[in-house]
């Protein structure tokens, strides 16, 4: 069961999804293009300086050493063994290694519990507080009853700005005063959440670098907190991702995956940045669901991860089709 649906006519299905996905994810796709489509265009021989150009450009566009090098060693070896004879070959298996990183990545978020109790975890300014706004007006708009918890009691303003986001959403709040106990904020929801049978409780926490061991360390309180009232709580520990910071979101998984075990990744702010590639980079070294991705503003600007879609967005399958 998906605590998500996918309506017939889902945004994936629509036409110009592609085309609209691309206009948000503009400064990956320019970097990509214009690196990428730029050498393939130009009609040079397949040849290992091209192959290393094309390794550079991937870098540039926050793949990341690993994931690039990995790319393009398949890349090679099809080259050397002459199944890829010309730049559209070489392009198009580009597309297809790329979709097959992410495909994995790509998965509905599973429920199959009542509450469904959903633990988010991220570092401050990653987005981490509005996107929980963003995913309870998601589900209001899918029928489903939410509660929120805000457990970030550390941050100034943190509570009041989930509150405005509760109040947009029409969803209520459990809240205590800033300096709390956070442990004790989401134990007081999760009754709440039973007593009042809502379908599902968003869980915010205080935003935190992996560095910070007291903040992490309240992590592990809140898990073992919920533990005693339902031994399978929380049910999933969703990590907030600035896309922007490229590749230091790898560094940021790591940390938190080892604190805490985190389920599932949403990666925002993607529309603003050109280190998109780092998206490919967590989806081959973690291979951990990306259950959406932030791409503006708006709460239909996030959206959940489709990969077929990504990859077109970032490396547009006509790229090729006008060069000269």
């Not at 040079?44 to 094309?54: F, G, M, P, S, V």
């Amino acid at each position: 069961m998906a605590l998500f649906r996918k309506a017939s006519g889902d945004e994936s299905e629509k036409p110009g999804v592609f085309a609209r996905l691309g206009e948000r994810l503009s400064a990956t796709r320019r970097a990509l293009s214009d690196n990428v489509g730029g050498l393939l265009k130009r009609k040079r021989a397949l040849d290992a300086a091209l192959l290393e150009d094309l390794e550079t450009a991937l870098i540039t566009a926050d793949f990341g050493v690993d994931t690039a090098t990995t790319v393009m060693n398949d890349i090679a070896r099809r080259v050397s063994r002459k199944e890829l004879g010309d730049a559209d070959a070489v392009y198009g298996a580009l597309r297809t290694i790329l979709y097959e990183i992410v495909q994995p990545c790509e998965k509905a978020w599973p429920a199959g519990h009542k509450p469904e109790i959903v633990l988010m975890i991220g570092v401050n300014g990653a987005g981490k507080t509005t996107t929980i706004g963003k995913l309870a007006a998601r589900l209001r708009g899918e029928g489903r009853s939410v509660l929120l918890a805000a457990g970030d009691t550390f941050r100034a303003a943190a509570i009041e700005q989930l509150g405005e986001w509760a109040k947009r959403s029409d969803v209520a709040m459990i809240s205590q005063p800033r300096g709390a106990d956070a442990a004790a904020v989401a134990h007081d929801a999760l009754q709440a959440a039973r007593a009042r049978a809502v379908d599902v409780l968003l869980i915010d926490s205080a935003g935190r670098l992996h560095t910070q061991t007291g903040l992490m360390d309240e992590l592990a309180k809140i898990k073992r907190t919920l533990a005693r009232l339902d031994a399978q709580a929380p049910h999933q520990v969703i990590l907030t991702l600035d896309g922007g910071i490229g590749q230091n979101a790898v560094t940021q998984v790591e940390q938190f995956h080892k604190a805490v075990g985190i389920t599932g990744l949403c990666v925002t702010k993607l529309d603003g940045t050109a280190k998109g590639g780092v998206v490919f980079a967590l989806a081959k070294r973690f291979r951990l669901p990306i259950y959406f991705v932030g791409v503006g503003e708006s709460v239909d600007d996030l959206r959940p991860f489709d990969a077929r879609s990504f990859v077109d967005a970032v490396l547009p399958a006509e790229l090729l089709s006008d060069r000269t």
